[in-house]
Nanobody, 127 residues
Framework: QVQLVESGGGLVQAGGSLRLSCAAS????????MGWFRQVPGKERDFVAT????????NYADSAKGRFTISRDNAKKMVYLQMTSLKPEDTAVYFC????????????????????WGQGTQVTVSS
């Protein structure tokens, strides 16, 4: 059974930084692309960043480009999201997710392409 557990969220002032972590257990972590999504109450879950299974390629939502960095450590079964220059509009629950297709060439920004999700971690950015 695949489990994903996020951590690292919290309250930070605008302009600050946070590093989110996602620990995976069960399954074959190293052959799956991973993604980060976020959700505000009453709204859709939105794509933030994704990284391919090797860690060699990544993709970001426009809102995250230049400020967020996704990375992974396959040996530790971890994926990270380093967030800098945080803005109040980044306030959301952040979820990590695992791609449903093993060994996908590249990655996907579509949440329906992910079939395992963590419980989420709250990020609150104060102005």
């Amino acid at each position: 059974q695949v489990q994903l557990v996020e951590s690292g969220g919290g309250l930070v002032q605008a302009g600050g930084s946070l590093r989110l972590s996602c620990a995976a257990s069960g399954g074959t972590f190293s052959r799956y692309a991973m993604g980060w999504f976020r959700q505000v109450p009453g709204k859709e879950r939105d794509f933030v960043a994704t990284i391919d299974w090797s860690g060699g390629r990544s993709n970001y939502a426009d809102s995250a480009k230049g400020r967020f960095t996704i990375s992974r450590d396959n040996a530790k079964k971890m994926v990270y999201l380093q967030m800098t220059s945080l803005k109040p509009e980044d306030t959301a629950v952040y979820f990590c997710a695992r791609d449903r297709i093993m060994g996908r060439l590249g990655y996907s920004a579509v949440k329906e392409d992910y079939n395992y999700w963590g419980q989420g971690t709250q990020v609150t950015v104060s102005s």
